[in-house]
């Protein structure tokens, strides 16, 4: 099933507070300059419309979080959401997020990292384009604080077997811990707009959570 076009976006709205490029992530790595101050950051990887990074940006004021997101016209939907309801802890950034987590993330410096529906690539030849690759766990593993979280979700389970293996093999991160399906409270208390619609169909979504030695 195919994306829906996006809402257009406000013009009014001023995005240069939410929607940071590439080259204007601070070098050295300073999440500071990106949020005013000094807090436990948390990243989203695949920020999609942004869904969770709006919620939890907002429930969890004392966090900050920054979402990557690879398809910049959703970066900017979702930098719009954002900026629409002036949160002042999340940012939204254009690009890849193996890049980010290879080159600028510092050892121990996030509080936890999500993982929501990434893209399975179905084709077998393809499979070395999916997110949860050797590298890029290990690059989790380095950059969780003590104590830290990796959240993982999604609808492909074979994708989920493979990658709950390959955690266990190439990290020692503790889990994968149980993560229990609780009732949605309204029409948009989901994580992502993916899990939003596997539950109405009624399809089955597989939740791991995984933490950092302490």
């Known amino acids: 099933m195919g994306r829906r ?83 002042a802890n999340a940012v939204i950034v ?11 993330l510092p050892d121990r410096s996030l509080a936890a ?30 950059t969780l604080a003590p104590g830290g979280a990796l959240h993982f979700w999604t609808d492909v389970q074979h994708y989920f077997d493979a990658s709950l293996e390959l955690i266990a093999a190439e990290t020692r991160l503790a889990g994968p811990l149980a993560v229990g399906e609780r009732p949605a409270a309204h029409d948009l208390d989901f994580r992502t707009h993916f899990e939003r619609r596997m539950r109405l169909l009624d399809q089955p979504v597989y939740r791991a959570e995984f933490r950092a030695e302490s």
């Not at 996006?6 to 013009?11: R, S, T, V």
């Not at 254009?94 to 600028?104: H, I, K, M, Y």
């Not at 999916?130 to 766990?137: D, G, L, Q, S, T």
Request: charged residues 30%; neutral net charge.
């Open 5 to 87: 076009a996006l809402p257009k976006i406000d013009p009014s709205l001023d995005l240069s507070r939410h929607l940071v490029s590439w080259d204007e992530l601070p070098r050295p790595w300073d999440p500071a300059a990106l949020f005013g101050r000094a807090a436990p950051l948390e990243v989203e990887v695949g920020s999609g419309k942004g869904m969770f990074l709006h919620a939890a940006a907002s429930g969890t004021p004392e966090h900050d979080f920054l979402g990557i997101e690879i398809a910049r016209k959703y970066a900017c939907f979702c930098a719009a959401r954002i900026a629409r309801d002036e949160i």
């Open 94 to 104: 254009p690009g890849d997020a193996q890049r980010l987590f290879g080159e600028l």
């Open 113 to 142: 990292v999500h993982i929501y529906f990434p893209d399975p690539w179905w084709k077998k030849r393809h499979h070395k384009r999916r997110v949860m690759n050797e590298r890029f766990v290990r690059d989790v593993e380095r």
